[in-house]
C-alpha cells in the first residue's frame, strides 16, 4: 500500500493480513481526502486521532499531507508493531504522533487530554462497533466542536437511532461494499433527534 498525496506520497507502509482487517484501497482513500478537503478541513495544525487502525494508512495519509500530530489506536499487537514499523520507514518525527495498543472502547472511556479535529472510525465488520465507539468518543470530549467524524463501515451497516445528536451527517456514500460516512460535532447546536441511517 502507498501513500497518496503530500510529503510520503508514493512510499510505501506496511500492512496486516487477519480477520477484521481490510485496508482501504487508494480509490476509497482519495474520496476521503477529497471529501474533507471540500469541507474545509486546514490539516495545518490539524490533530488526528485514528480508532480501529489497522495499517494506520488514514492517518499517515494525513500527516502527510500535513496535520500536526496523530493518534493511533488498535488493540491487536500485529498491528501496532506494523503501525510503528511504517512509522520509523516515513521517519515521521516522534513528536508527531502516538500509538497506542489498547482496547479502544475502554481507552475511550477516559477524558480525551486534549479534542481532535478529525477522527476517523474504521471498526470491523459485523461487530457493531460503531456506535458504541462514537458515543464513547462524544461523552469522553475526543471531537472537537466543529471537528469532523469519518467512518468507513460495510455497506448494510444499520446504526438507527444510536449515534449521538450532536454528530451532524455530512455525507453518505457507498464504494461497492464500502460505506463512507462523515459528521460534523456541533457541541452547540445539537440536533433534537438522531442521525437518520440512510437505507
Known amino acids: 500500500m502507498r501513500i497518496i498525496a503530500g510529503e510520503y506520497g508514493g512510499r510505501s507502509i506496511r500492512t496486516v493480513e487477519g480477520p ?26 490539524a490533530r488526528v486521532l485514528d480508532l480501529f487502525a489497522g495499517s494506520g494508512s488514514l492517518a499517515m495519509e494525513a500527516l502527510s499531507r500535513g496535520a500536526a500530530e496523530a493518534w ?6 500485529r498491528a ?10 516515513l521517519r515521521v518525527a516522534p513528536a508527531r504522533f502516538r500509538v497506542l495498543n489498547a482496547d479502544l472502547l475502554k481507552a475511550l472511556e477516559k477524558r480525551a ?9 474504521d471498526p470491523p465488520y459485523g461487530l457493531d ?10 461523552r469522553g470530549g ?20 444510536r449515534i449521538p445528536a450532536q454528530l451532524i451527517p455530512q455525507a453518505d456514500r ?15 447546536d445539537s440536533p433534537s433527534t438522531p442521525e437518520p441511517s440512510t437505507p
Request: glycine share 8%; charged share 20%.
Open 20 to 45: 477484521g482487517y481490510r485496508p482501504a484501497t487508494a480509490k476509497v482513500r482519495q474520496a476521503v481526502f477529497s471529501m474533507l478537503e471540500a469541507r474545509g478541513l486546514s490539516w495545518e495544525g
Open 72 to 77: 493511533l489506536m488498535d488493540k491487536n499487537p
Open 80 to 89: 501496532v508493531a506494523a503501525i510503528k514499523a511504517s512509522l520509523a520507514d
Open 113 to 121: 487530554p486534549a479534542p481532535f479535529d478529525l477522527v476517523f472510525v
Open 129 to 138: 462497533l460503531l456506535p458504541p465507539a462514537m458515543e464513547k468518543a462524544v
Open 142 to 161: 475526543w471531537i472537537a466542536d466543529g471537528g469532523l467524524v469519518l467512518a468507513e463501515v460495510e455497506a448494510r451497516c444499520d446504526f438507527s437511532g
Open 174 to 188: 457507498l464504494y461497492g461494499q464500502t460505506r463512507i460516512l462523515l459528521w460534523r460535532n456541533s457541541i452547540q
